[in-house]
């Protein structure tokens, strides 16, 4: 989850567009906080229902992220690739 996370600021540094990805990160930080919340609670205190709330929030992490990332469909959506290759020979200088 931390590397999700820096891999989301980086991104959301080097960008200049103001899409959902902010949104998502957003959402997908504060789903983390209350998910590492309700665990602990749930584990020091072990009432009930608590479990079920970490478990929606796991979801919601889950779910942001995969969003944050689907975004690029949309970012990308105008781009051509173009993949080129060049074959190099090598001469054995050797022989």
């Not at 540094?13 to 998910?35: D, E």
């Amino acid at each position: 989850m931390i590397s999700a996370l820096v891999g989301m600021f980086s991104h959301l540094r080097k960008s200049q567009k103001s899409s959902m990805r902010k949104y998502m990160a957003i959402t997908n930080i504060t789903a983390g906080v209350f998910a590492v919340y309700f665990f602990t609670r749930h584990n020091w205190y072990c009432e009930t229902g608590v479990y079920t709330l970490f478990a929606l929030s796991e979801y919601l992490v889950v779910l942001s992220n995969m969003l944050f990332h689907f975004q690029a469909y949309y970012d990308f959506n105008q781009t051509n690739l173009c993949i080129v290759s060049n074959r190099y020979q090598f001469v054995d200088s050797f022989a």
